[in-house]
T-cell receptor, first 114, second 112 residues
Framework: GENVEQHPSTLSVQEGDSAVIKCTYS??????FPWYKQELGKRPQLIID?????GEKKDQRIAVTLNKTAKHFSLHITETQPEDSAVYFC?????????????FGTGTRLLVSP | DADVTQTPRNRITKTGKRIMLECSQT?????MYWYRQDPGLGLRLIYY???????NKGEISDGYSVSRQAQAKFSLSLESAIPNQTALYFC???????????FGEGSWLTVV
């Protein structure tokens, strides 16, 4: 089955810096890669996703890149702000007996200091 | 976003007791899930259901059971709770393609 590894487990940056979180996956059949943000005490919420037919997707200050050959994808946050502080989860899924099952990484705790 | 509602939100129970976590949704989604979140381990799938007649084990189903009472309701039971089942539990839903997962607010369960 799919295995997703996520690094780093914690990341501290200064406000205004960029942050990059990286994930690798094992199943070459995976074709959907979402990122979820979980603020303290709240539920995970989807912030951006990418499918295997594109290499990069942007939404304001966040972007995701995908390298299918190397089987890794990354989340990029530019001009970080204190409200970006949260735990971020990557995930991967692909067709498996007709069901796309998300497998999550172990999470990255991002701390943005003012 | 109260579309996926979990009860109870917090529960402390004793070892060996049976505990049920309930989930209801108003999104009209067919697919429902139960995940467990532990520090450093991310979100792990316990059970998932395509519809009321479909139940499937996830990666960590041992010690848990589920019931899909209706399209909108999916409950998780711990038949005999043990301390290592102390965790944050999330119910979630998705539409037919199963991609975007919408989580409930979570249920903190402590087994003492």
């Amino acid at each position: 089955g799919e295995n997703v590894e996520q690094h780093p487990s914690t990341l501290s940056v200064q406000e205004g810096d960029s942050a990059v979180i990286k994930c690798t996956y094992s199943d070459s059949a995976s074709n959907y890669f979402p990122w979820y943000k979980q603020e303290l005490g709240k539920r995970p919420q989807l912030i951006i996703d990418i499918r295997s037919n594109v290499g990069e997707k942007k939404d304001q200050r966040i972007a995701v890149t995908l390298n299918k050959t190397a089987k890794h994808f990354s989340l990029h946050i530019t001009e970080t702000q204190p409200e970006d502080s949260a735990v971020y989860f990557c995930a991967a899924s692909g067709s498996n007996t007709g069901f796309q099952k998300l497998v999550f990484g172990t999470g990255t705790r991002l701390l943005v200091s003012p | 976003d109260a579309d996926v509602t979990q009860t109870p939100r917090n529960r402390i129970t004793k070892t060996g007791k049976r505990i049920m976590l309930e989930c209801s949704q108003t999104k009209g989604h067919d697919r429902m899930y139960w995940y467990r979140q532990d520090p450093g381990l991310g979100l792990r799938l316990i059970y998932y259901s395509f519809d009321v007649k479909d139940i499937n084990k996830g990666e960590i189903s041992d010690g848990y059971s589920v019931s899909r009472q209706a399209q909108a309701k999916f409950s998780l039971s711990l038949e005999s709770a043990i301390p290592n089942q102390t965790a944050l539990y999330f119910c979630a839903t998705s539409d037919f393609n199963g991609n975007t997962i919408y989580f409930g607010e979570g249920s903190w369960l402590t087994v003492v």
